[in-house]
T-cell receptor, first 111, second 115 residues
């Protein structure tokens, strides 16, 4: 149903290290989103892509976060360097008709 | 600014009973969408139900129904005949504008179903 693959599922790193997450909307949908969900809160949009272009990255901490979507399919989200407050679940979603469907998420722990 | 409010941090319900999870929203847009998602302890975000702002009928999906009261800006989720597997975190979300707009989420409500 969701049709979104993410990897890795879990990642533990030390602060100041770098990390990358991968997302594939299996059906190849045009619109893709990355959300950050801090423990105890609802998800918050980091970046939205339409095909290869960025639609909204107003909440992305651009000094340390970057994201790209090549060929309008797969996307990667990178954090460099990571801070303790980046510990969260990173969710990728695709838009299909009226709805957004989410992948299983990547749980990041920064020590 | 767009905002979603879920005032119930935690709820309990007896198995097989119905439960209502509250959600209010704030927007100045005329066109918007309202969603409910379920998040079990495994962390995945599962879509449950959608209501468009112009839909006159309340949305229903199996045991889930959305009680949409536009004038009161509320979009409560009703789960009928609760099951043990319904125990999870539930999020209300709003999308403004077109079909691909971002979602604004509430803080969530934890539901526990008692046997």
């Amino acid at each position: 149903e969701a049709g979104v693959a993410q990897s890795p599922r879990y990642k533990i790193i030390e602060k100041r290290q770098s990390v990358a997450f991968w997302c594939n909307p299996i059906s190849g949908h045009a619109t893709l989103y990355w959300y950050q969900q801090i423990l105890g809160q609802g998800p918050k949009l980091l970046i939205q892509f339409q095909n290869n272009g960025v639609v909204d990255d107003s909440q992305l901490p651009k000094d340390r976060f970057s994201a790209e979507r090549l060929k309008g399919v797969d996307s990667t989200l990178k954090i460099q360097p990571a801070k303790l407050e980046d510990s969260a679940v990173y969710l990728c979603a695709r838009a299909f008709t009226d709805t957004q469907y989410f992948g299983p998420g990547t749980r990041l722990t920064v020590l | 600014a767009q905002k979603i409010t879920q005032t119930q941090p935690g709820m309990f319900v007896q198995e097989k009973e119905a439960v209502t999870l509250d959600c209010t929203y704030d927007t100045s847009d005329q066109s918007y969408g309202l969603f409910w998602y379920k998040q079990p302890s495994s962390g995945e975000m599962i879509f449950l139900i959608y209501q468009g702002s112009y839909d006159e009928q309340n949305a229903t999906e199996g045991r889930y129904s959305l009680n949409f009261q536009k004038a009161r800006k509320s979009a409560n989720l009703v789960i009928s005949a609760s099951q043990l597997g319904d125990s999870a975190m539930y999020f209300c979300a709003m999308r403004e504008g077109g079909n691909t707009g971002k979602l604004i989420f509430g803080q969530g409500t934890t539901l526990q179903v008692k046997p």
